[in-house]
T-cell receptor
Framework: GQQLNQSPQSMFIQEGEDVSMNCTSS?????WLWYKQDPGEGPVLLIA?????ELTSNGRLTAQFGITRKDSFLNISASIPSDVGIYFC????????????FGTGTSLTVIP | DVKVTQSSRYLVKRTGEKVFLECVQD?????MFWYRQDPGLGLRLIYF???????EKGDIPEGYSVSREKKERFSLILESASTNQTSMYLC?????????????FGPGTRLTVL
């Protein structure tokens, strides 16, 4: 299957700090999604990106669809304890029908 | 609100048992998916379905089968469970459309095979 590299694998930050994570693929994607998974729950969609260069915000979260179409970035500003969880990127390639490929996840811990 | 429910949150089975994991969605979505989630590997697609009685293999279908007899229900079957199938299983659904649509996930079933 398609390989998505997500980094960093884990982060430990102080409350109030900003967070950045990214995802890269070996091929071009036409859609990027960012999900958050709380402990013991299924992933929930945060942001969807459909166009190269697109920058979209959802509250304190901002995500960007890379110009090369092979990467995407998620930033969280002024982190709070409830930001704790695993963040996944997911990408869709024109050649894969309705299938999305998921990154390996970034585990975020926020220290109060 | 889209709701995707899974029959069990936690399941413990013995090696060799036949295991059924059930998933139901209430938003009339055409597409349904089964993933397994393992630490360091992210979500890997097992099987998906675009319509009733239709199924397609994902990246890791070996040891699994699926059934979609009704639009709202997608079942994952482990014919003979093995210890390497211990994992978190996530079901998802999405609308069919010209653009790939977001997938809505259930809460997951954590399966342990002893």
């Amino acid at each position: 299957g398609q390989q998505l590299n997500q980094s960093p694998q884990s982060m430990f930050i102080q409350e109030g700090e900003d967070v950045s994570m990214n995802c890269t693929s070996s091929s071009i994607f036409n859609t990027w999604l960012w999900y958050k998974q709380d402990p013991g729950e299924g992933p929930v969609l945060l942001i969807a990106l459909y166009k190269a260069g697109e920058l979209t915000s959802n509250g304190r979260l901002t995500a960007q669809f890379g110009i090369t179409r092979k990467d995407s970035f998620l930033n969280i500003s002024a982190s709070i304890p409830s930001d704790v969880g695993i963040y996944f990127c997911a990408g869709h390639s024109p050649n894969t029908g309705n299938q999305f490929y998921f990154g390996t996840g970034t585990s975020l811990t926020v220290i109060p | 609100d889209v709701k995707v429910t899974q029959s069990s949150r936690y399941l413990v089975k013995r090696t060799g048992e036949k295991v059924f994991l059930e998933c139901v969605q209430d938003m009339d979505h055409e597409n349904m998916f089964w993933y397994r989630q393992d630490p360091g590997l992210g979500l890997r697609l097992i099987y998906f379905s675009y319509d009733v009685k239709m199924k397609e293999k994902g990246d890791i279908p070996e040891g699994y089968s699926v059934s979609r007899e009704k639009k709202e229900r997608f079942s994952l079957i482990l014919e003979s469970a093995s210890t390497n199938q211990t994992s978190m299983y996530l079901c998802a659904s999405s609308l069919y459309g010209n653009r790939p649509n977001e997938q809505f996930f259930g809460p997951g079933t954590r399966l342990t095979v002893l």
